[in-house]
């Protein structure tokens, strides 16, 4: 972790400068000390990279920068003290209501002289051992200045894999093969390009081995090309590797010359190139090298390797093939083929069984399988070591299998270095959520602001997508704006390698853990016993997070033990706990960001106490179904940005949440009590996110909510006595900022407000489901311009749709489902205000569905994936829809019997995978689409 020094030097730097730290230092009388450490720090600070770079092949050059980040910590303590006293004095100075008051209280503010001596002396220590710091870097000749780079090593590959050794790829391999064939180009006279992306390890090299050495695709294009790409991609060079592939050279280095040679090279020929393991290439640049290649004859085509979605973003013209894991079957097929000599496997059937244990910790990728399988064929079929490769938490992976994968991590950001090395506490396989995870980081400092008012949310949105776009997440579940991740062993074996001793979960490293641990996982407490617990709990000191999921007694006691020792923690999460009370040194921990008592269902109050957080920027009580009710003073947690209650209370107070001006997240659900909101509610102006769940005797709401103009995001679900308030459509106060809607299970929706139209222009996703008096949706919907889902579902009392909706252009999912009485409306395949960006439709359980409307056929160059079932007056389907070239997946037709046939070019269509017939008995006999009868 010393590698991410630079993005904790930074913020520190920041926080030494802000005008809250600056207040109380001059009070403290430690300005001069300040200004000391900032000018040490920006001398430090041009040194950086060149120590960075330096590290890696010198010891000395490590320690130091390990010796910097431990500084780095211990002074952002301080500093968050300093920052923790200026928050005091401003929720303080905002209770006295006159002027005399105020000033005597600032003159009995808590920095007294004890406190104002005690941080004084700390900025001193500070500034010494900074000093220190700063005179030993001396020894190293570092240069100023240095420009950040990351050195990986060139993973060179090449063309040729045995057909035989590759195991369950033969599916994805006839679907390239199918889109190399087919005729037609990129669109325009462009090449056309198709990405293979995945994770590092799930075989898309040798898939695209197996593609170009086919016997079909060879005799299809005249040239073939294999280019093993650099990390850092360069025209000159790829064009240079490209005229030599074709058996040519150009001695001249100008690009000019190298091009009109590669033009001359492949003109009017049928080309096939393959990029391997592309990382970088901007949007300029492709472009430029596709013009270059125009000159090929018509059906040449290229093909992309990549662990980076961006890529087949920038590059592709058909949507990217996902290279899913193999099964568990293939796994094991794999496995025997690398443990084993052939047929030695029947010799020992007691391996087999743990062969087929281990095989499922792999999680079907191939790299993790042929690694262990080699691995444990050296281990002379000793019964013991299989158990023990089985039963271990962590794999003793050898050096190049998490090389293969850290060049992914060294190509990172530092800031999304820090980022992902902090989910090593994550327990192997463990599912977490994308809110919390941004929290998490929030809370711990590791995102900043970049200065453009970008709100953190969203800037660690960006960094988890990024994340996820470079293949190290797995998406489990999404359900915007929920989304659930999940890492594959491999990827969190890389996270514990790269954290080092950052993070440490107990499960892993109960025996080694390291004294500089700044994050830790319990995962099982009641699995430790308490003496072991306290021994790990006494080695440490400077820990920001800890992790609790834990269900027996001992939680009461490692809790006491954690807040009495551990005074600088960032996060507390207890999800899962049993304690009945919260201890009331809660309110000690004057550093917490985040605490999550989730699913607690023993707790019935809350300490006092908590109020005194006034740092805590998410507090998280879901599930706390016996919590009677909330703080009485938590206006004072002036910090918090994001809050999730359960309470059994009936009426939540005035002056209580309504006062929390900083909030940005709210969400209120599971309440069986409660009638009423607070109606102060318009008075949180920075509130983004307002989530109304499962509160059964909400009758309204309060008329503020209309005047919540940050808001960008609306939930009302399962209140089923809630009627919304009503108001006009052209009301001054009506929300302008709204992205996303969703009403569920509202039997008392008869209509939307009309103070929801002022969002016509920002809204993208309105969901509605569950309404059964909802008669008609609003004639504005169609001004909805930037509208992208719209999802209606279980509506019987809905008979239309406003005629406007095939205007919706920038419409992307359109869903109805059961909605027993409606008609689309009617229109003409040839209208300008046709759809053109639909990419899915799902047509389910609508009995006056008898076709398509035409003003659907805008969108045949765009749908990728239709499903339709329970439509039984549907008699036939459109012929455009085999110009949908760019149908993906499947189509599903299910449960329509008034159908007689399909149009005979859909089958034709190459980019389709699948088309499944269920249960539709008008087919005709004579149609070579296969019916079934079994359900998905």
Known sequence: MTDIVSSILGPLAEKLASSAVEEIQLVCGVKDDQEKLKNTLEMIQEVLADAEQKQTKNEAVRRWLSKLKDFCYDAE??????????????ARSTERSTLRRKVRYLSSWPSNSIFQFKMAHKMKE??????GINEEKTQFNLLSNVQEKTIVPRRETHSFVPASNVIGRDEEKERIIKLLIRSDDGGAGKIAVIPILGMGGTGKTTLAKLVYNDDSVNEHFDHKVWLSMPVEFEVKKTIRDIIESLGDKENSDRLEKLQERLRDLVKDKKCLFVMDDVWEMRREDWVGLRDL???????????????????????????????????????LTLFVKCAFDQGQEQNHPDLMVIAKEIVGKCGGNPLAVKTLGCLLYSQKKNRGNWERVRDSETWQLPNDTLTSLRISYDLMPSYLKRCFAYCSIFLKNQEFFNLDLIQLWISNGFIQSGGNNQELEEIGRQYLEELWSRSFFDVV???????SFRMHD??????????????????VRAQ??????RHVSFPDPPLLPKDEVSRCLSKLSGVRTIFLSERGSSGEFFLERCISRFKHLRVLWLEESSFDQLPSSIGGLKHLRCLSLRCNFNIKKLPKSICELRNLQCLDLVGCTELEELPADMKNMISLRVLWINTKQQRLPESGIGCLTSLRWLSIGGCDNLEALFDDIQSLTSLRKLLITFCPKLASLPQGIKNLKALEDLWIVDCENLRLPEGESNEPSSMSRLLSIRFKGLPELVSFPGWLEGSTSTLERIRIEDCPNLSELPEWLQNCSSLRELEIKKCPGLTSLPQGIKNLKALEDLWIEDCDSLRLPEGESNEASSMSRLQTIRFKGLPELVSFPGWLEGSASTLQKIRIE?????????????????LRRKVEIKECPGLTSIPDGVRRIATLTEL?????????????????????
């Open 916 to 936: 499944r017939i269920i249960d539709c008995e008008g087919i005709e006999q004579g149609s070579d689409v296969e019916e079934e009868d079994n359900s998905e």
């Open 512 to 517: 080694d853990i390291s004294p500089t641990t």
């Open 477 to 483: 579940m999404e359900d915007y704006p929920f989304l």
């Open 870 to 886: 329970d439509c039984p007056k549907l008699s036939e389907l459109p012929e455009w829809l085999q110009n949908c070239s760019s």
């Open 293 to 331: 290649l125009g000159g090929v004859s018509e059906g040449s085509k290229v093909i992309v390797t990549s662990r980076i979605k961006s890529i087949a973003e920038i590059m592709g013209t058909v949507p990217p093939l996902h290279l899913a894991n193999l099964s568990e079957e293939e796994s």
């Open 490 to 507: 491999l990827i969190h074996e890389l996270a514990i390698s790269v954290a080092q001793t950052e993070s440490s979960n107990m499960k």
């Open 77 to 90: 303590d301080v500093l968050d003290e300093f920052e923790a006293v200026a928050l005091w004095r401003r």
């Open 126 to 131: 500070l500034r010494k051992r900074l000093d």
